[in-house]
């Protein structure tokens, strides 16, 4: 009957046999290569080396575990003598540590290797983004929205998969960085580097690699925060507050620029669009047709859609912006593909995304660039003029949900079918439009109404200036001024 065993398992016959040898002898250790069959080393470590007639040496290890039953196997790589690569070949060096370590992993409880896995999953920066990106939530109990994530994957890409540092000190890029074993001072070279090109996207890359180790700590799979201990050693400065925009006294001059300067009626109509309603960038950019009730003035904000920060429900129209959108409709029906700004070609969106070349035309005669982010803080200043400092309202008609409710603006898709519908939009479009006259009235576009006059004359608009809302302390600015009433 012939044998039917794998190659190098021996039979029973042949276990009897097999000859103990003190492997770390190098003699009895290359005399042991050189002949065919099974040794088991002599020593504690559980090893045994099996040599083929062909002289192929296998490491096989054979231990009992805690509950007595046989553990064993063949280790993957090549045996050899010495001077294994630890990739494809294997020393008795090399062979005898990978086996305490099989052997460790054996005594451990199921509780034990659950942890190790957690742990794995923030064993490299690497490894933590990738749960980071995939588990964090925000203050409102929801994930990162695909926006968020793009952005800061491509932080990460450019900044932490390359090497900023000195190849030769730091021979791997800060993703392969061990996140348990590296010490504060080594992410605050990383950080001092990187402002070198960009203090903005330094902050940004401490934000994210702090936001990796808080998430471990959390999950007790790391012990500390050291990017804290960077955040006190006051190694990047705080951004330099913005001192260029568009003052509300020099919206006529604004607004002249648009027309002059903006050729093309898709570039005027979306700053327009973006001025009027005060919405952020990729909120204007990205509504779709479908979502606009042109008929009753109104859009409604879809839940988790990109641009809205996790804003639910209606945005009221003003009736500035409902016949700019008629006549972009008319003009466009054939070619939109549903999206009101549709993307020219070479964005990641299917919408546009960017303005900054219509935003660096408008601003051609002034000593700055406005962004769009300036529009917002234009129609937020502006707005809390027109509403005596009633900065909920505000907040509201900016789409702040903490605002939303306590005017009572939120509206959710099935009340839109309701007949009380009618009533409460009525309260809000009356609302947008009061502010977009008012603006428009303060940009020279519209007849100065008496109440308009009166708010001027109260307020001085000489000495008008933006509310500091950066895209940053927006909603946390809004909210202190709002408890300041």
């Known amino acids: 009957m012939p044998n039917t065993e794998p190659a190098n398992q021996p039979n029973s016959r042949e276990k009897s046999q097999a000859q103990k040898v003190n492997f770390a002898t190098n003699a009895a250790l290359l005399g042991a290569f050189k002949k065919p069959g099974r040794k ?10 099996r040599v083929s007639e062909t002289k192929r040496a296998v490491w096989y290890y054979r231990f009992r575990g805690k509950d007595g039953k046989p553990n064993e196997g063949t280790l993957k790589f090549r045996a050899v003598p010495q001077d294994g690569d630890g990739k494809l070949t294997l020393d008795y060096e090399q062979a005898k540590a990978l086996v305490a370590r099989i052997k460790l992993d ?70 392969e960085w061990v996140l348990a074993e590296t010490e504060v001072m080594q992410w605050q070279a990383l950080f001092a580097a990187i402002r070198k090109r960009s203090l903005a996207k330094a902050r940004n890359c401490q ?22 201990n960077v955040r006190y050693l006051r190694t990047l400065p705080s951004l330099p507050k913005k001192s260029t925009h568009v003052d509300t006294v020099n919206l006529p001059k604004f607004f002249d620029a648009i027309d002059a300067h903006l050729t093309r009626e898709d570039s005027k109509e979306a700053v327009l669009l973006l001025t009027m309603t005060g919405t952020r960038l990729l909120g204007g950019l990205g509504l779709r047709w479908d979502q606009i009730d042109l008929d009753n003035g109104f859009c409604f904000v ?15 129209l003003s009736d500035f912006v409902i016949e700019l959108l008629k006549k972009r409709r008319v003009r466009r029906a054939a070619d939109d593909g549903g999206y009101v700004f549709p993307a020219h070609g070479g964005s990641v ?3 546009q995304s960017r303005l900054s070349d219509a935003m660096k035309a408008v601003s051609a005669e002034f000593n700055f660039k406005a962004t769009a982010q300036d529009l917002r803080r234009t129609f937020a200043t502006v707005s809390a003029l027109c509403f005596n400092d009633n900065m909920r309202k505000v907040g509201a008609l900016l789409t702040h949900k903490w605002a939303v409710s306590k005017e009572g603006m939120a509206i959710t898709q099935d009340a839109i079918t309701r007949r009380y519908v009618q009533n409460e939009l009525s309260k809000l479009r009356a609302a947008a439009n009061l502010a977009a006259n008012f603006l428009l009235e303060l940009a020279s576009r519209a007849p100065m109404s ?11 608009p000489e000495n008008l200036r933006l509310l500091n809302l950066s895209a940053g302390n927006e909603e946390r600015e809004l909210q202190r001024l709002a408890l300041e009433e």
């Open 349 to 351: 969106y299917p919408h």
């Open 302 to 316: 879809q839940p988790n859609q990109v641009g809205w920060k996790g804003f639910t429900g209606i945005l009221p």
């Open 106 to 175: 054996a005594a451990k409880t199921d509780s034990e290797r659950h942890a190790d896995n957690n742990r794995a999953k923030f064993g490299t920066l690497e490894d933590g983004f990738k749960f980071y990106l995939e588990h964090r939530m925000t203050k409102r109990d929801q994930g990162l929205v695909e926006s968020t994530k793009r952005d800061y994957e491509k932080v990460f890409n450019t900044y932490l998969r390359t090497r900023i540092l000195d190849e030769k000190e730091y021979p791997k890029p800060p993703s």
């Open 207 to 228: 934000s994210i690699i702090s936001g990796v180790y808080g998430v471990g700590v959390a999950l007790k799979v790391l012990d500390w925060n050291p990017i804290n």
């Open 40 to 49: 088991t080393d002599a020593n504690p470590t559980s090893l045994q080396l």
């Open 450 to 460: 008496e109440r308009t006059m009166a708010i001027l004359k109260e307020n001085d």
